[in-house]
Every structure is written in C-alpha cells, then in structure tokens.
C-alpha cells in the first residue's frame, strides 16, 4: 500500500469550548464554506471532535444534512456501564455514530493522570465498540532535552501497541507538548522524524500492512498558514488541529490544504 492510499485526516479537537447550539450553527457554517470552496468531498476525511454535550446535537444534524464528516468524541471510560459517576462508555459513542475517539490527549495525561496503562485499556475499550481511537502521543520540552526527540512518544505507543489485533484500526497523533498553543509549531522535518519513528512502532509491534495503512497525524499549533508544509512530508497523515478548528475559516483552509501553493 502506497503513501497516497492513506485518506488524510484533518481533525478538529474543540476541547472544552462550544455549547450544543453553538456547535450546531459551527458544523454548518464550516459545511457552507466548504461547499462554497468547491471541496472535494473524498480527498480529505474532516472530522470534529465535540464536548459530549454537543455529540448528539451534531450527530443529528450531520445525518439530516448528509454533512460528510466524521464524528468523534475527546474521550472514553475504560468501563462498559456501570458506577462509575460521570464516565460515557463507548457503547454510548457508538450508538451516536461516532466512529473516533481522541485518546491520552496531552492534556488527560497531565490533569488526569492518565498513564500509559490507561491510555492501552481506552483504547481497546474503543476498539470493542467499533471506535478508531486517536491515541496521542508526545513529549514535554523536559523530555526532549533529556530524551532526544521521538524517544518519549515512540515509547508511549509501543506500551500501548502491545497486545493489541494486528487487524486493530487506530490512527496516531503525534502532538509535542512544547507546540501545542505555543504558536511555536515543530518544524516539519521535525514532525516527519518524529512520525516515521511512528510508524516503525506499528511495523514492530502490528505488522508491515497496519504500518501502511495507519494514519500517522502531527497536532500542535497547526494552522492554515503551515499545514501543506507538513502534508509534503511522507509520513505524515493529517492534522489534530486544537484552536485553529475553532475559527471556520482557518480550519476550513486547513481542510483545504491541497488547494495551497505548491502541494
């Protein structure tokens, strides 16, 4: 399977912003601007990741308007059901037609603890219910000056990886703790490496086919302005943009990066 068989992946990770009405007026206007843009449905997967009070909202609409993008959610309980007070099970996400789930964002390992062993039981939790997890991966500006690049994120994956179905269907982002909302974006040879370490992980761990066929994605401070200059990059395949998706605009030029100048 070659590079161009992979579909790239423009995500949209709202974080904790938008109500269920705002998020409802954000996913037309950004659908209208698409379309008005000539957007090549199929080109580019866009997906939008809501706070959970809004999944159904958009999920609703995204059905009555046959709007073509993907749902997901930021997160996911490692539980089925049960009691545990404020958790939503993937068999609920599921049932809302969210077909991804950001897991170990950057910002669940650092307010919530979330170790790698939590991070590998989310993720086949969202597995078990049919859900691509988007397993974040990265390092502090401490790491890399302690560790070198790749190696912190490299062996967050692999934790991860291990034991999981070579079938699994996951996508990876690589998100380097120092970029994110620091306006101060990895280089895209830095992100390239960093990726293709990536990749090497899967090979090692699922196998050559899940290697190829995996998306790999660079997330931290991604904007308009910088997108093709990593889409020129070969192992990189897509984006989990933060703010950049909360401004229609910008993120539907993101989403449009085949369009920009010399790509």
Not at 50 to 74: M, Y
Request: hydrophobic share 45%; charged share 20%; proline share 3%.
């Amino acid at each position: 399977m070659g590079v161009n068989a992979r579909t790239p992946l423009i995500a949209g990770n709202w974080k904790m912003n938008l109500d269920h009405l705002q998020a409802v007026a954000f996913v037309q206007k950004l659908h209208w601007t698409l379309k008005d843009a000539k957007f090549e449905e199929g080109s580019v997967e866009v997906a939008v990741f809501p706070p959970f009070t809004d999944i159904r909202s958009v999920q609703t609409l995204i059905d009555a308007d046959k709007i073509p993008f993907a749902l997901g959610a930021q997160d996911i309980s490692t539980h089925d059901s049960g009691a545990y007070t404020g958790e939503v099970s993937g068999a609920f996400l599921s049932k809302l037609q969210c077909g991804y789930v950001i897991i170990g964002h950057s910002e669940r390992r650092e307010y919530h603890n979330e170790t790698d062993e939590v991070v590998a039981a989310k993720t086949r939790a969202a597995l078990k219910h049919g859900i691509v997890p988007v397993i974040c991966v990265g390092e502090t500006a401490e790491d890399l000056e302690k560790h070198g690049a790749s190696a912190v994120p490299v062996a967050q994956l692999a934790a991860v990886l291990d034991g999981l179905d070579k079938k699994s269907d996951i996508v990876v982002a690589y998100e380097p703790v120092w970029a994110i909302g620091s306006g101060q974006a990895a280089t895209p040879q830095q992100a390239q490496d960093v990726c293709a370490a990536l990749r090497g992980v899967i090979a090692e761990k699922l196998g050559a086919d899940a290697a190829a066929r995996t998306r790999v994605l660079y997330g931290g401070s991604v904007k308009a302005a910088n997108i093709a200059s990593f889409m020129r990059e070969p192992d990189v395949d897509g984006a989990l943009v933060g703010g950049a998706s909360l401004v229609v605009d910008e993120f539907a030029a993101i989403a449009r990066y085949q369009k920009h100048v010399g790509v």
